[in-house]
């Protein structure tokens, strides 16, 4: 982002106020576990995601000073606002944790309270929080009497069907000093099947006195404006459609995208990753990324069969000039492939 571009975002009107923070774009990057690290984030705000979320982080693992975890809440200050996301089941260390990394200079804490897996929300943290709003209500009280920045919840509708329990977490939620709730229209048992309920994002919308963020089913840049204009949300947040097509937050859709955009952004983000993480895990944890970068290109199944096994980063690199020397044109993806305009044009009618 050029100096120009910066200044512009940062005197751009705010859509929403979390605490004295103001929030200026629309458009989120959601937190995901193996996704959400530093370099992509970093890539993501510049493009238009309207704050970081860092991957959600065990407060165990906070209050016990592990290396690991607190690397995943490394920012750079260009990414402001950032907001540590954290997941634990006990009030009193979720609030040690926090207390401690706010020494860090995060803008927001926010508590996850919808990851779906079993090992997660099975002991009582994530989603397994919506099982006990008493409890949430708790976390917060402590939280927000504790600190001096704010804390926000992201959460889903329930644990399941027949505990549809979002109106209750929510008003436990803002009696309790949350300043903002990001809603992930499923419930636990749903994990990422089925359809996203917006007609229950948009009930959460209109009994809250704080900002509500959309989450679930958003795919396309037509589906941004669809769901704030359903829902009524402040700001909508983009988990799985942002891989591999961080454009997106520049209303960009992935077919809009050029061959050599796609080229230059996995030199980029590649870059990025080698020296966050070293050449080694660089280049592992990068692998899942450039399988989405290169997705409906022509020839990408047999091209991204080498980049995933490539040993080296030269070997890698290797690979990368061969697919742009060979010309592999955006114009030439295979018609099975997902990022033809027309399927683009409809893909808000699945949502």
């Known amino acids: ?49 309207g704050m970081s979320y860092t991957e959600f982080v065990a407060t165990e693992a906070l209050i016990r000073d592990n290396a690991k975890s607190l690397k995943m809440l490394r920012y750079d200050p260009a990414e402001r606002p950032i907001t540590f996301q954290i997941f634990g089941n006990d009030p009193a260390i979720i609030l040690e944790a926090a207390k401690r990394i706010e020494q860090l200079g995060p803008d927001i804490i926010d508590i996850n309270m919808g990851c779906s897996v079993r090992k997660v929300s099975g002991r009582g943290a994530g989603a397994g929080l919506l099982r006990e709003p008493a409890k949430i209500a708790r976390i917060f009280n402590l939280l927000s009497t504790s600190l001096s920045i704010p804390v926000t919840g992201k959460i889903r509708l329930g644990w399941d069907e ?4 979002y109106l209750e977490v929510l008003k436990a939620l803002q009696e309790n000093g949350a300043q903002l709730i990001a809603v ?5 048992d749903q994990a990422y099947k089925g359809s996203a309920n917006w007609d229950a994002i948009a009930e959460v919308k209109a009994h809250a006195s704080i900002p509500v963020i959309g989450n679930g089913d958003v795919t ?3 589906d941004i404006e669809r769901m704030r204009k359903h829902t009524g949300c402040d700001a909508v947040m983009i988990a799985r459609a942002a891989i591999g097509n961080p454009w997106i937050f520049a209303r960009k859709d992935v077919h809009e995208v050029s061959f050599d955009e796609k080229i230059a952004m996995v030199r980029r983000h590649f870059a990025a990753n080698l020296e966050f993480y070293g050449p080694k ?20 199944r047999e091209m991204r069969a080498k980049l995933l096994t490539a040993e080296s980063v030269g070997d890698f690199e290797a690979l990368v000039a061969e697919c742009e020397q060979n010309k592999l044109a955006h114009e030439g993806a295979t018609p099975a492939a997902a990022t033809s305009k027309q399927e683009w044009e409809s893909c808000s009618a699945a949502a």
């Open 281 to 300: 895990f660089g280049l592992i944890l990068f692998r899942k990324h450039v399988a989405k970068y290169i997705h409906g290109i022509a020839g990408a």
């Open 184 to 188: 992930h229209g499923r419930t636990k």
């Open 162 to 165: 027949k505990s549809l329990n």
């Open 1 to 49: 982002m050029n100096s120009k571009e910066h200044s512009s975002n940062q005197t751009k009107q705010a859509v929403m106020q979390v605490g004295s923070i103001p929030i200026r774009n629309d458009v989120i990057l959601a937190p995901m576990a193996g996704f959400s690290d530093m370099p992509y984030r970093s890539i993501c705000r510049e493009l238009g995601s």
């Open 220 to 222: 396309c840049v037509a």
